[in-house]
């Protein structure tokens, strides 16, 4: 957690930049780029810290500034895309319970105490547990879906098709899918 904290710190950012840039230089390159980046608590796989620098360059040198950086360690991961979907502040509203005053909600959030703030936190945490488990169990379905589907796709050989002419085309398809296909198909 405190990772992501300290990704939102721009005097951080600046300080582990700073820390990782050559002296007299205002750019790092890409194994620069993958030390900082763990310094930030980000690990990357040398094809990601590629696709990093082609992402965040932004002058094409191929080599990444402050500026640069700076949005890296900003861009959500994965991850944190695919949660950012989840319901979170539905779900603390949903903790959070107010005697009916008929004061302004924001003004009760205001008055809230530590005591207040515990049990919400609690309420909070159980329906959090319930999101991720929810979640996990869709990321697997999905991971096994797409794993069923690579699986049969492997099953067929592509061959490559001269379509230059329609006859062409057809034999093609039928060397592919089966003569049966291709003798309807020339039959239409």
């Not at 080599?63 to 861009?75: A, E, M, P, S, T």
């Not at 062409?168 to 039959?187: A, I, P, Q, S, W």
């Amino acid at each position: 957690m405190q990772n992501f904290f300290r990704r939102q710190n721009k005097l951080e950012v600046k300080a582990v930049f700073d820390r990782h840039c050559p002296p007299g230089k205002t750019d790092i390159d890409q194994e620069l780029l993958g030390v900082s980046l763990k310094d930030m608590g980000l690990v990357r796989s040398r094809e990601k810290l590629s696709e990093d620098v082609n992402w965040g360059n932004m002058d094409g040198s191929g080599r990444i500034n402050l500026d640069d950086f700076h949005r890296l360690v900003q861009k959500p991961s994965a991850l944190e895309e695919l949660v950012s979907g989840l319901p979170l502040a539905g779900l603390l509203c949903s903790c959070l319970s107010f005697k009916m005053t008929g004061r302004d909600v924001l003004e009760e959030v205001s008055d809230l105490t530590d005591a207040d703030i515990s049990p919400v936190i609690t309420v909070f945490s159980d329906g959090v547990k319930q999101l991720l488990r929810e979640l996990v169990h869709d990321i697997k379905d999905a991971i096994h879906k797409m794993n069923s589907r690579q699986s049969a796709c492997s099953k067929f050989n592509g061959k490559l098709m001269n379509v230059g002419k329609l006859e062409e085309f057809f034999k093609g398809l039928g060397d592919r899918v089966g003569n049966m296909l291709y003798c309807r198909l020339t039959e239409l």
